[in-house]
Nanobody
Framework: VQLVQSGGGLVQAGESLRLSCAAS????????MGWFRQGPGKEREFVAG????????YYADSVKGRFTVSRDNFKNTAYLQMNSLKVEDTAVYYC???????????????????WGQGAQVTVSS
């Protein structure tokens, strides 16, 4: 499945942004998906995951209470609403589809072949 991201940009600390991830296939509506980020000099890390129907969501502790993952299966699109952004949220954000949502670990394991192209989010102080 091809994933096309939009959103991102430069904001000040405390502001909000919304990222979108549009899938090319209707099978997106039956798969879990996740968001990851990679900051400067850091490894890619899990941010949020959502089940195929949106009923189950998981978040990294660093974004819990500030970020919200959602999806619209009619539009084959997932979203990451980011509020109260911090300087340390600066990173390239990636979406991923058809991975594994793990209840035991409250996370999402990505499928290596299904990444979006990435979106730069820069938060200034």
């Amino acid at each position: 499945v091809q994933l096309v991201q939009s959103g991102g940009g430069l904001v000040q600390a405390g502001e909000s942004l919304r990222l979108s991830c549009a899938a090319s296939e209707r099978t997106f509506s039956t798969s879990a998906m996740g968001w990851f980020r990679q900051g400067p000099g850091k490894e890619r890390e899990f941010v949020a995951g959502i089940s195929w129907n949106g009923d189950t969501t998981y978040y990294a502790d660093s974004v819990k209470g500030r970020f919200t993952v959602s999806r619209d299966n009619f539009k084959n699109t997932a979203y990451l609403q980011m509020n109260s952004l911090k300087v340390e949220d600066t990173a390239v954000y990636y979406c991923n589809a058809n991975g594994l949502l793990r209840a035991d670990y409250s996370d999402y394991v990505p499928r290596t072949s299904n990444w979006g192209q990435g979106a730069q989010v820069t938060v200034s102080s």
